[in-house]
C-alpha cells in the first residue's frame, strides 16, 4: 500500500514512522510512504501557502491552488471536478486531515487497509480553503474532539493504525483482531463474540503478585471457556467505566 503525506513540514515525519511496526512494514516493501512538501507547488520567491479568509476572522488559511496542483502531480491526472471519485482509482482515496471532519475509527482503519493508495492532506493553522473539502478531497477526517495546531500528527496516527491492519505487517496477526474496537471473537471462546466497539480486556503478566495485588485466579486456573467469560465481562466494565459512548446497550448484560 502507498501513502502520500501532503505537508508544510516534511520533516516532521521523519521521527514517527521510523520506529516499529511502520519501519518494519516500509523495510519489508509492505508499505510505501512518500512526504510531499507543499511549497514546491507553490508560486513566489515566499512560498506562500496560506492567505487570509473572505469574509474577515482570525488566522490564515491553505489555499487552493498548491493543494490541488500537489494532488494532480502525485496522481498524475487532472482533479477536482464533480466527477473527481469515479475518475479516480478504486483503491485510492485523498483524505483531508481536518477538525471539521468525520471520526476516525477502527472501522474507518480497516476500510483504509483495504486500498492501494492513501493521499492524506495535512491542513494547518484556521483551516484549508473549503474548494479543497468539495472538490479535491474524496473524504475530511479527524482524530478526536480538539483541535490541534495541524494535521500532522493526526496523518502519523492514520499511517500506523492502517499499517499495522495491512497483511504481513505485524509478526502475529491474530493479535490485531484481539484488541480495543476490534470484532475479537478469537478472545471469546466459549462465552460467545464480543461485540465490536469494545475496550480491550485487562492483561496481566509475571509476577503473579506485585506489591501485595494478585493477577485474578481465573486466568492462572487454565479453564479457557472461564478465562473468555471473564476477559468478555472486564471489557465490558471497562467500557462502561472508561467510554460510555461505545456500548450502552451491552452494560448489565
Known amino acids: 500500500m502507498r501513502f502520500d503525506l501532503i505537508t508544510i513540514f ?15 512494514a516500509k523495510e519489508a516493501g509492505i508499505a510505501q510512504i512518500r512526504v510531499q512538501d507543499l511549497r514546491e507547488f507553490t508560486k513566489g520567491r515566499h512560498r506562500t501557502v496560506d492567505d487570509r ?8 488559511v491553505l489555499k487552493p491552488e498548491p493543494l490541488f496542483e500537489a494532488v494532480e502531480m502525485l496522481l498524475g491526472q ?16 485523498i483524505v483531508l486531515m481536518s477538525a471539521a471532519g468525520r471520526l476516525f475509527t477502527q472501522k474507518t482503519a480497516r476500510r483504509y487497509a483495504g486500498l ?5 492532506i ?17 473524504e475530511e477526517i479527524c482524530i478526536g474532539d480538539y483541535v490541534l495546531s495541524g ?49 480491550d480486556f485487562p492483561h496481566y503478566t509475571r509476577p503473579a503478585e506485585f506489591r501485595g495485588w494478585k493477577v485474578p485466579e481465573v486466568l492462572i486456573g487454565g479453564n479457557h471457556a ?28
Open 116 to 120: 492501494e493508495r492513501l493521499i492524506l
Open 10 to 24: 516534511p520533516e516532521f515525519f521523519a521521527g514517527p514512522l521510523d520506529h516499529g511496526i511502520v519501519r518494519r
Open 78 to 93: 487532472s482533479v477536482g471536478d464533480s466527477e473527481r471519485t469515479a475518475a479516480l482509482e478504486p483503491g485510492t482515496a
Open 53 to 60: 479568509p473572505f469574509g474577515g476572522g482570525e488566522g490564515m
Open 122 to 138: 495535512c491542513g494547518r493553522y484556521e483551516g484549508v480553503d473549503e474548494r479543497v473539502a468539495e472538490h479535491l478531497a474524496t
Open 151 to 199: 494535521g500532522e500528527l493526526p496523518a502519523a496516527i492514520v499511517v500506523d493504525a492502517v499499517t499495522r491492519l495491512l497483511p504481513g505487517a505485524v509478526g502475529n496477526e491474530a493479535s490485531t483482531q484481539n484488541e480495543s474496537f476490534q470484532d475479537y471473537e478469537g478472545a471469546s471462546r466459549g462465552a460467545g463474540p464480543l461485540p465490536g466497539g469494545l475496550l
Open 226 to 253: 472461564e478465562v473468555a467469560k471473564w476477559r468478555r465481562q472486564k471489557a465490558l466494565e471497562k467500557t462502561q467505566q472508561n467510554r460510555p459512548d461505545l456500548r450502552p446497550e451491552e452494560f448489565g448484560s
